[in-house]
């Protein structure tokens, strides 16, 4: 059984930093392309950064400079260190792994930014 399980999230002040943290079990996690996404109110999932098994990180232009994402394979968990914070990031953070066409989502994490 394949389990995502977020966690770290919470209320910060605009300016200040969260680290998410998603735990994968069940699947073989160093071969999985990891992402951070997020879904404001109203508005659509997107993404915000994915790191491959190889490759390149990618980042949404709106986090680039303020978020990184890393992973830690022996511990089967990626991170997303945001700093920064604006009130415009708050929104559910979900976390995906994919493998071909395998693709599985964490139940989610919410960050709130407000004064």
């Known amino acids: 059984q394949v389990q995502l399980v977020e966690s770290g999230g919470g209320l910060v002040q605009p300016g200040g930093s969260l680290r998410l943290s998603c735990a994968a079990s069940?699947?073989?996690?160093?071969?999985?392309?990891m992402g951070w996404y997020r879904q404001a109110p109203g508005n659509a999932r997107e993404l915000v950064a994915t790191?491959?098994?190889?490759?390149?990180?990618n980042y949404a232009d709106s986090v680039k400079g303020r978020f990184t994402i890393s992973r830690d394979n022996a511990k089967n968990t990626v991170y997303l260190q945001m700093n920064s914070l604006k009130p415009e990031d708050a929104a559910i953070y979900y976390c995906?792994?994919?493998?071909?066409?395998?693709?599985?989502w964490g139940q989610g994490t919410q960050v709130t930014v407000s004064p």
């Open positions: 995906k792994a994919q493998y071909g066409i395998f693709t599985h």
């Open positions: 069940g699947i073989i996690f160093r071969i999985y392309h």
């Open positions: 790191i491959p098994s190889g490759g390149s990180i």
